[in-house]
């Protein structure tokens, strides 16, 4: 346990006083409840501050501020921290002082410390029992609420190459957004051993620069499954432009109904959409569509080990959205004796992909809150930094995994043409 | 179903007479016998030879000859083909003309097709559920039975450089044996991001060739456990004369009982030895050892999905060894939040390595009947013919898994460095 700057003690909640429990004061109580909840998470070090201005721990360390505007945002959160943080903090009714980023990843590491058998693990551990569906229809409204903000509102962050809404692959660390989405886009095409005239299947497409990329730089052609029909528009017209329709049919459609036999699968940030129960049932319809010298690859959000994604941001963010452990992509991949060649794990790619997205968010954030409000800009804000801090802090990975029938003799002999070509 | 050269009918069998059951005569039920033996496997495109040199089946693009040269050897086949096959190749009794790798090559990919509801099948799944147990003393019998049958016999056909019983790596496939033995040991130190003074811990050290090759090109001190007394013996001596023993301790113990902590764990082709059920186990050691910035590779043979190794080759090759799915190595990292970093899956190496093994294990043959006996070197033949064909056909995997903590961020920020050193 870390050692505090601690102005909480027993002896103030005995002087608890019932009659300051409503208005501005600040009760005994209410110290001791705030004071908890940091213990609870470990006692990052984070100043604490209370509506009333009282800065009630100040660590020595300290890396930002935890300020409460009001009573009911302290209480709230600590019946549900893992989903009313996100509210309260879009609500402005919690903010954080000085670098968000390294504020999260201050509470995630404190987190990390307490003990499994902690009051707070069981609260998470009781959400992640809450019942959630991936049905064909469910998807779809999972899938709208993300994805059909608007096209507009991700050109505004996102990379101005492709539109990539997934982990880029910095082959250097000083990379620019737009090439470390270009070397993202290689590394799966060559993971893929690519060549002209194969035939690709992509499931989940997002707005389709991955498909243009691929047949315009491997020639192969392209069919991307994709149920967001404001990104299917999107992808179409953009290939229509570059002149590449004739290679790519973007079908508005689930991947479950992917028909037909391809060199190629590749499934680039779909996964995390997918949901755990329906695994055995993507790896069937990548067994039903891939020939027996075909070649696949599945980029997904990961864990270390099973856990659901945090409440908030699965029910505000990304509803329906689980990343898994590779245990549990395994099942994807052992009902069909699919050959797993290869996994690489990007974490700190995201952590630097979501900084250049965070930085060019907040040079829109005007644009942004005109567009929707201040509790999105807030949101999404909170979204993009305590991201950042998953993956510099280990709670999320990113896995590329790389595979093949199991009779396919035709796979790279080493990976070394992954990092010696042009 | 393969279309067959094929002799035998059920007119043949209902001629089936009780009188030619025994001696040398060949009976119409013999026949139905050994052409539904085949059926049972798939066909595979074999000759088939009866103890008469009756020549039952005669497929046109045959790649070898399976004849059985007695009644009992047939008989005994079907009532357990998994286990029998190679005590009676062992024995003599049954032989493979032409091409061996080829022959077990086709035998592996024709029982892919069959059905896994088929009779085969079935009796392969009542064989998987035999009990096996790796209890501290059950390994000490497993690792004696192998690796005590002396050093001088592994001398006969192992690199000359490090002695090295697992898989090679091949940066270019014409490599030699030695050449990629020790680029195998460049490739794991390379991905342990070896430094001038980590402390490493290797669990499983054969002869102690890669301990040697890390204090010596790496310049790390290791402490090696292994339960194989005459390895151990072997490993102290050559690192004295080596004047590499002030860097290296050689133990004689069992990897559960490591103790100490270290930058870097290693374990080289012992999971196949540790049992699934000790796995969880196995990551508590790791996890007890490893410093927070520490890292770590396990490198074992694996499957697509579970199943267990070859009844024969468990029985009298390597008691106790079983190939794990990577869904069942994660119980090793996911219990305690180990970040896996990197899997490769280098299956056609291990063919390779294989190759080369056996091309000096027929070079030395007659000196290895001489030290042991026939059956001896029939059934190490038939031993590594057979895992050549399970590693090209895809029935076996190499899988290197690359590890940390979750919370190290010291780790290589891509692969190329493994690509681009001298």
Chains 1, 2 share one sequence.
Not at 347 to 360: F, G, I, P, S
Request: with cysteine.
């Amino acid at each position: 346990m870390k050692s505090q700057g601690d102005s909480c003690s027993q002896q103030e909640v005995s002087s608890y006083s019932r009659s300051v429990f409503s208005g501005k004061n600040v009760s005994a109580m209410d110290r001791w409840v705030a004071c908890k909840l940091m213990q609870l998470i470990g006692n990052p070090a984070l100043r604490l501050k209370l509506w009333n201005n009282e800065e009630l721990m100040s660590p020595q360390k300290a890396v930002g501020t935890l300020h409460f505007h009001d009573r009911g945002s302290l209480y709230r959160v600590i019946t549900n921290p893992d989903l009313h943080f996100g509210d309260l903090y879009s609500a402005g009714r919690i903010s954080i002082g000085g670098n968000l980023v390294a504020s999260m990843e201050e509470v995630y590491r404190s987190m990390q410390q307490v003990s499994k058998s902690s009051l707070i693990a069981q609260v998470i551990t009781a959400w992640q029992k809450r019942p959630r569906t991936n049905s064909l229809n469910g998807s779809l409204n999972n899938i709208h609420h993300h994805y059909d903000l608007g096209n507009e509102f991700y050109e505004l962050w996102l990379d101005k190459e492709a539109m990539q809404y997934t982990c880029a692959y910095y082959p250097d660390v000083e990379a620019s957004l737009e090439e470390a989405q270009i070397a993202k886009m290689h590394h799966v095409s060559r993971k893929l051993q690519l060549k002209p005239g194969d035939a690709v299947v992509e499931a989940g497409c997002g707005w389709g620069g991955l498909a243009r990329f691929m047949a315009k730089h491997y020639g192969v052609t392209v069919r991307s499954y994709n149920i967001s029909k404001e990104q299917v528009a999107y992808a179409r017209n953009k290939a229509r432009e570059q002149g590449l329709d004739s290679q790519i049919e973007y079908i508005e459609d689930d991947y479950r109904n992917i028909s037909g036999e391809y060199d190629a699968f590749v499934s680039v940030g779909m996964l995390e959409h997918v949901g755990q129960q329906q695994f055995k049932g993507l790896g069937g319809v990548i067994d039903k569509c891939l020939k027996s010298n075909g070649r696949g690859l599945v980029h997904s959000i990961g864990r270390n080990s099973p856990r659901l994604m945090n409440a908030w941001i699965e029910k505000r963010i990304f509803p329906g959205a689980y990343p898994p452990s590779i245990k549990e992509m395994m099942d994807i991949f052992e009902p069909y004796d699919l050959s797993v060649l290869d996994v690489e794990n990007m974490r700190l790619h995201y952590a630097k992909t979501l900084e250049h997205w965070l930085q060019r968010f907040d040079e829109n954030d005007k644009k942004i809150s005109q567009r929707f409000d201040e509790n999105f800009t807030r949101a999404w804000r909170l979204y993009l930094a305590g991201s950042i801090a998953a993956f510099t802090t280990g709670e999320l990975q990113l896995f590329q995994i790389v595979f093949s029938r199991q009779e396919n003799n035709q796979i790279a002999w080493t990976r070394s043409h992954l990092y010696t070509q042009d």
